[in-house]
């Protein structure tokens, strides 16, 4: 049985007040701090911090600054009194040509909801990325045969392949390790290679899932999508 969500207050000069424009039923704080942000703007907050170490939510942030053209000073602070604020407002001007595409980037290579791929970190994300925008892949109305082809291209240029299957590319890099590989190594190590075709598309459903939840951040409610009709837990190897 579902517990019933609790009221969301606002706390402010010791008065507790319910807010009930800001109910929602997304279950994922990451995705219920942006709402809360458009709100502190909207109404008329010039200088806000938000307490948060999440890089999922840096990442959903800076992307709807940009998207949603917000002016107000939005700041990024740990929970240690040794971190420093984080400009939201200077990370957007200063990679602005990377905040549309930027949580399709993040999504498909790791993040709390969706596994990383062995050393296919962010600085490889994002040079790829200016090889394959993920334009399709952010659209929300593209189809599965637009975007997965779209981003198994994406995950090819991470791993500096040129070919979209990744089964394909998988058994190209095995084959340059074994030429080069000495008889007294200990053999090819199997997680540094890409996933096979299979395992990467379910990846990339997966991603989506969970990139149409981020889509929905500022909605009340999360998008009427199955995640049991296009998701299977999967380890890739």
Known sequence: MTSAKPDPLQCQNGYIIVRDDLRTTHEEADVIIPMQLESAISEGRRNIAVNCEDTDVFVLICHLYQKQKWESNVFMKGFSKNTD????????ENHTEIMPYLPAYHVLTGCDTVPQM?????KKALKAGKQIPLVKFMQSDSTESEYIPEAKAFVAAC????QISS????KIIWEKKAATQKLTSKGIDLK?????????ELNIQRARFQLM????????????LDPCEVLF???II
Do not use: H, M
Not at 86 to 91: A, D, F, L, V
């Open 233 to 235: 837990l999967f380890i």
């Open 159 to 162: 791993y500096g392949c040129k």
């Open 118 to 122: 062995f050393r296919i970190g962010k």
């Open 192 to 200: 540094s290679l890409p996933p096979t075709d299979e395992s990467l």
């Open 213 to 224: 939840l981020w889509d929905a951040s500022l909605d009340g409610s999360p998008p009427n």
């Open 167 to 170: 089964s394909e590319n998988r």
């Open 85 to 92: 604020l984080i400009s939201i407002q200077k990370t957007v």
